[in-house]
T-cell receptor, first 112, second 113 residues
Framework: KQEVTQIPAALSVPEGENLVLNCSFTDSAIYNLQWFRQDPGKGLTSLLLIQSSQREQTSGRLNASLDKSSGRSTLYIAASQPGDSATYLCAVRGAGSYQLTFGKGTKLSVIP | DGGITQSPKYLFRKEGQNVTLSCEQNLNHDAMYWYRQDPGQGLRLIYYSQIVNDFQKGDIAEGYSVSREKKESFPLTVTSAQKNPTAFYLC????????????FGPGTRLLVL
């Protein structure tokens, strides 16, 4: 059974810093990996989706990488801003499956 | 505006009562999903549907039921058999078969009186 782990569980950084969030998964037979953002009490917002054949995706200040063989993905946030404060969730879709398996998330606080 | 709507935002359930959470999408997506989120936990899949009049159980389907009579709608009923229903419920939809992302609604928080 696929398991997704996100480290750290919480992170606090000063504004302007570059930061990396980590995601690891146990079964490398994946269809894609997605990063989501969740604000308190809200639904999820999709940030980036990486297909299993891709190595990375970029959107603005965000860059997500995927190393399927090692079961790892990272989300890089450049020049962090207080508005980036949220919980970031990693989710993996298994090959041949319609299910997403989620990590527990990393709660990010960017201090002005 | 295209998107997913969930109602109500807050729902209170009495002991032994069945309650239904609404999920509607106007994105013309084929697939729809229901997830449960508990504090400090990742999202867990309750049910999903790839097409009208068809749905499959997820990891934690016990105590829940769904229907998919229309492409746009995927209501979730929390039955009295669900002994620990207090949670945040999220509905999502996606275009299936293309590896597209899932789009999420704003959620419904269910509380037990």
């Amino acid at each position: 059974k696929q398991e997704v782990t996100q480290i750290p569980a919480a992170l606090s950084v000063p504004e302007g810093e570059n930061l990396v969030l980590n995601c690891s998964f146990t079964d490398s037979a994946i269809y894609n990996l997605q990063w989501f953002r969740q604000d308190p009490g809200k639904g999820l917002t999709s940030l980036l989706l990486i297909q299993s054949s891709q190595r990375e995706q970029t959107s603005g200040r965000l860059n997500a990488s995927l190393d399927k063989s090692s079961g790892r993905s990272t989300l890089y946030i450049a020049a962090s801003q207080p508005g980036d404060s949220a919980t970031y969730l990693c989710a993996v879709r298994g090959a041949g499956s319609y299910q997403l398996t989620f990590g527990k998330g990393t709660k990010l606080s960017v201090i002005p | 505006d295209g998107g997913i709507t969930q109602s109500p935002k807050y729902l209170f359930r009495k002991e032994g009562q069945n309650v239904t959470l609404s999920c509607e999408q106007n994105l013309n997506h084929d697939a729809m999903y229901w997830y449960r989120q508990d504090p400090g936990q990742g999202l867990r899949l309750i049910y999903y549907s790839q097409i009208v009049n068809d749905f499959q159980k997820g990891d934690i389907a016990e105590g829940y039921s769904v229907s998919r009579e229309k492409k746009e709608s995927f209501p979730l009923t929390v039955t009295s058999a669900q002994k620990n229903p207090t949670a945040f419920y999220l509905c999502a939809s996606s275009i299936e078969g293309s590896g597209e992302t899932q789009y999420f609604g704003p959620g419904t928080r269910l509380l037990v009186l």
